[in-house]
């Protein structure tokens, strides 16, 4: 007769903050079923009345504190401006229940986290991108000293609930993860509004134009995904020789596209580092 297992006790993850990030999060955890509890606290009782209509096994709160109560994962998914406040509401009781957090915040260094949370706190800072929001996302993840192996498996599996993760050693690199992947999108939506407006100005209704424009970004990005060949290698593929392509790859290389794309995410990145500085 085979001995049953016995049930391993689900993780109690608590969302402080119930917003866009916190809520693509929730729903990767559980359309991947995890084994978890899952509580969120916000003051405004809007962004929770719209967790509880869509899952009410979802334990709602407007009180941090209490939310926190026997947590094993803090998800810190407040905006970077008030996470100092929240953060050092939620120290004395840190202090004592010594969970797991990990934040989401843009900008806000561990150091600063940790020192705001009372001190030798496990904390996983990561920056996640919106396309977690249709579980497509990519999230940069730096784990400080105090964080044990199963910690750290504990965070993977929260974000890899929404997509693909890489774990950096050294913390400044998440600045360059926030200027490539963590503003990344609007990078790209930017280019689907430029080829919109060029796609009516050359004749095609607004609706013909969206479907052709989000169907190719998603065909270049699949195939960049599953193919053996590098995205230049696939490029040279499309452009044939005093070809179409190459007649309008002409035009965006000579207009300086990649020199445009080197200064705007040095901008990007040293920006990331200016907020680190102002939130310290
Ligand atoms: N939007 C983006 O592209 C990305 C955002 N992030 C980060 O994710 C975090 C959350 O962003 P979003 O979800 O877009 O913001 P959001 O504005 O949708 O959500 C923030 C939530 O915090 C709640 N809140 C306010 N005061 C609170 C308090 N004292 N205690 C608990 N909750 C409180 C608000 O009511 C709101 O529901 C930010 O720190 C942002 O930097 C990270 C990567 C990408
Ligand atoms: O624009 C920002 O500052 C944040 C960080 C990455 C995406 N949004």
């Given at each position: 007769m085979d001995t049953p297992k016995l049930a391993q006790k689900p993780t109690t993850i608590t969302f402080i903050g119930a917003g866009n990030m916190a809520r693509s999060l929730i729903v990767g955890l559980l359309q991947d079923q995890a084994n978890v509890v899952l509580r969120v606290a916000d003051p405004d009782e809007h962004q929770l009345d719209a967790i509880r209509k869509h899952w009410p096994e979802v334990t709602t709160t407007t009180d941090n504190l209490e939310a926190m109560q026997g947590a094993d994962l803090v998800v810190l998914a407040v905006k970077p401006q008030i996470m100092r406040n929240v953060t050092e509401n939620l120290a004395s009781h840190a202090q004592l229940s010594r969970p797991l957090f990990v934040s989401i915040a843009a900008g806000i260094r561990e150091e600063a986290l940790n020192r705001w949370l009372g001190g030798n706190q496990a904390i996983v800072r990561c920056m996640p991108n919106t396309p977690a929001l249709v579980q497509a996302g990519a999230t940069g993840l730096y784990a400080n000293q105090h964080v044990s192996d199963s910690q750290r498996s504990a965070a993977e599996s929260l974000l890899r609930a929404v997509g693909i993760t890489v774990w950096f050693?050294?913390?400044?690199?998440l600045d360059a993860v926030t200027a490539i992947s963590g503003s990344g999108p609007a990078y790209f939506f930017l280019v689907m509004e430029a080829m919109q407006a060029a796609a009516e100005q050359l004749g095609l209704r607004p609706e013909e134009a969206h479907l052709l424009i989000v169907q190719t970004a998603l065909g270049a990005a699949k195939l960049a995904l599953e193919s053996d060949d590098l995205p230049g290698e696939l490029r040279q593929k499309v452009t044939s020789k005093g070809g179409t392509t190459e007649a309008a790859l002409n035009v965006l290389t000579t207009g300086g596209l990649h020199d445009l794309f080197a200064q705007a995410l040095q901008a990007a990145a040293s920006r990331s580092r200016e907020l680190a500085a102002a939130n310290s």
């Amino acid at each position: 007769m085979d001995t049953p297992k016995l049930a391993q006790k689900p993780t109690t993850i608590t969302f402080i903050g119930a917003g866009n990030m916190a809520r693509s999060l929730i729903v990767g955890l559980l359309q991947d079923q995890a084994n978890v509890v899952l509580r969120v606290a916000d003051p405004d009782e809007h962004q929770l009345d719209a967790i509880r209509k869509h899952w009410p096994e979802v334990t709602t709160t407007t009180d941090n504190l209490e939310a926190m109560q026997g947590a094993d994962l803090v998800v810190l998914a407040v905006k970077p401006q008030i996470m100092r406040n929240v953060t050092e509401n939620l120290a004395s009781h840190a202090q004592l229940s010594r969970p797991l957090f990990v934040s989401i915040a843009a900008g806000i260094r561990e150091e600063a986290l940790n020192r705001w949370l009372g001190g030798n706190q496990a904390i996983v800072r990561c920056m996640p991108n919106t396309p977690a929001l249709v579980q497509a996302g990519a999230t940069g993840l730096y784990a400080n000293q105090h964080v044990s192996d199963s910690q750290r498996s504990a965070a993977e599996s929260l974000l890899r609930a929404v997509g693909i993760t890489v774990w950096f050693d050294d913390e400044t690199k998440l600045d360059a993860v926030t200027a490539i992947s963590g503003s990344g999108p609007a990078y790209f939506f930017l280019v689907m509004e430029a080829m919109q407006a060029a796609a009516e100005q050359l004749g095609l209704r607004p609706e013909e134009a969206h479907l052709l424009i989000v169907q190719t970004a998603l065909g270049a990005a699949k195939l960049a995904l599953e193919s053996d060949d590098l995205p230049g290698e696939l490029r040279q593929k499309v452009t044939s020789k005093g070809g179409t392509t190459e007649a309008a790859l002409n035009v965006l290389t000579t207009g300086g596209l990649h020199d445009l794309f080197a200064q705007a995410l040095q901008a990007a990145a040293s920006r990331s580092r200016e907020l680190a500085a102002a939130n310290s």
